[in-house]
């Protein structure tokens, strides 16, 4: 059974970082991809970035494009996400979402295993 546990989110001042890690566990072969995605109170869960697991493959969207860095540790099994120059409008609880395939996918219904989420606020 594939397991997906997030950390790292917290309250953050605008213009600051944070690093979001995502550890997998009963994960069964290498073509494992990984997507953060994010939801604010009222809108609809959107993609942030992704990621194969060899990393050969990586997605940060629009909104987050040059503010974004996705990456994994195969040897821990976790993958992070780093965003940079925090805005208010980042504020959302963030997830990651994991799928046995050799791309990246944005959209949500494409990823079977979910973490609870960790949720990250960024104040003005």
């Known amino acids: 059974q594939v397991r997906l546990v997030e950390s790292g989110g917290g309250l953050v001042q605008a213009g600051g970082s944070l690093r979001l890690s995502c550890v997998a566990s009963?994960?069964?072969?290498?073509?494992?991809?990984v997507g953060w995605f994010r939801q604010a109170p009222g809108q609809e869960r959107e993609s942030v970035a992704a990621?194969?697991?060899?990393?050969?493959?990586?997605y940060c969207a629009d909104s987050v494009k040059g503010r974004c860095t996705i990456s994994r540790d195969i040897a821990r099994k976790t993958t992070y996400l780093q965003l940079n120059s925090l805005k208010p409008d980042d504020t959302a609880a963030y997830y990651c979402?994991?799928?046995?395939?050799?791309?990246?996918?944005?959209?949500?219904?494409?990823?079977?295993?979910w973490g609870q989420g960790t949720q990250v606020t960024v104040s003005s």
């Open positions: 979402a994991g799928r046995y395939a050799w791309t990246v996918a944005t959209d949500a219904r494409e990823y079977p295993y």
């Open positions: 990621i194969t697991w060899s990393g050969g493959r990586i």
């Open positions: 009963g994960v069964t072969a290498s073509n494992f991809a």
